[in-house]
């Protein structure tokens, strides 16, 4: 496969309702998405950057700018490309995980959808839907909090995610515990939002029989996160420090984590998303699929990833709806709690043409 030409396109979607987290609010979803164009077929990939770097150091314009200067150009000079030949290409770059991801996941699309293979069937899904949780943003006040979770409830959510940070933390988790009871599987994510000294603060949430906490400490502190689990007994999952397979390796060996929060965008691609599943699974280490507020074409991949072996938790691959009154593909809709795997060739999904012009903000064919 050679790869002939990419556009680089960027959207901007509203979101239902603003989306808040210990980092900041969005309101809408800046999204870059990339077409691979090679002399086979076409392939998709949507780029997980936030417009300011405060997740990570990553962010949309920079995303943009390495992939136009440094990573297409790499890819361009092969004669003879294929999806697992991306990372080692790249390699030599430092970092722009989420760059190099969604120039992955664009040319591993084209070259299963030339070939007629679905990426569920290359990651190696054992499943055809997978069950749904919704990450619920910081909200003003418990009574706005509790009607959101009770909608995703009545939905049919089988997980709820609740954000917290300093101030809002103990009293949201009793709240719901109270209102929906003991049933309800619960975790909550700080997104880094704590330092170790809050290590008491946080066992006090161990009485409400937590799932987990997600990466409570900074990216950087994964011993923190060791020592931050002999005080706490929920058990500690991370996200933003897992950004390969062998940090993954290094932060089980640690003690630093008990389960993993798999985002293909965070650690490079959908390919090093499933060896991270393959390490977390030899250490017993459940996992499951983050989102980064995708549209369509990444939640179809996200669904394709969390319908694999170790996926035992409900991860955040919610319906579209939760995110977008419109989405760029025809929706994914909850059924009894459930997303359906995609099953047709690559990541199984198409933009709709109109509702992608509608929504796109400028494009850029890089050629060469
Ligand atoms: O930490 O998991 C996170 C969204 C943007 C950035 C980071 C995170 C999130 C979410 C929402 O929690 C996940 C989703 O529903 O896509
Ligand atoms: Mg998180």
Partial sequence: ????????????????????????????????????????????????????????????????????????????????????????????????????????????????RASGRTLARELGAVRDRVPCGVSVGIMGSTGELLDAVGGYLDEGYVRIKL????????????????????????????????????????????????????????????????????????????????????SAADAIKLGACHVVNIKPGRVGGYLEARRIADVCAAHDVPVWCGGMLESGLGRAANVALAALPGFTLPGDTSASGRYYRTDITPPFVLEDGHLP????????????PEVLDEVTTSTEWLSW
């Fill in 1 to 112: 496969m050679k790869l002939t030409g990419l556009e680089l396109r960027r959207i901007a979607m509203p979101l239902v309702a603003p989306f808040r987290t210990s980092f900041g609010t969005q309101t809408t979803r800046d999204i870059l998405l990339l077409r691979a164009v090679t002399g086979d077929a076409e392939g998709w990939g949507e780029c997980v950057t936030l417009p300011d770097p405060v997740y990570s150091s990553e962010y949309v314009d920079a995303a943009a700018d390495v992939l136009r200067r440094f990573l297409v150009p790499a890819l361009a000079a092969h004669e003879r490309l294929e999806a697992h030949l991306v990372g080692p290409a790249l390699a030599h770059f430092k970092g722009h995980r989420m760059a190099k991801a969604a120039l992955e996941m664009a040319v591993l699309d084209a070259e299963l």
């Fill in 163 to 246: 954000k917290i940070e300093p101030g809002w933390d103990v009293e949201p988790v009793r709240a719901v515990r109270e209102r929906f009871g003991d049933d309800v599987l619960l975790q909550v994510d700080a997104n880094t939002a704590y330092t170790l000294a809050d290590a008491r603060h946080l066992a006090r949430l161990d009485p409400f029989g937590l799932l987990l906490i997600e990466q409570p400490l900074p990216e950087e502190d994964v011993l923190a996160h060791a020592e931050l689990a002999k005080t706490v007994r929920t058990p500690i999952c991370l996200d933003e420090s897992i950004t390969s397979a062998k």
């Fill in 341 to 352: 795997v995609p099953t047709a060739p690559g990541i199984g999904v198409d933009p709709i």
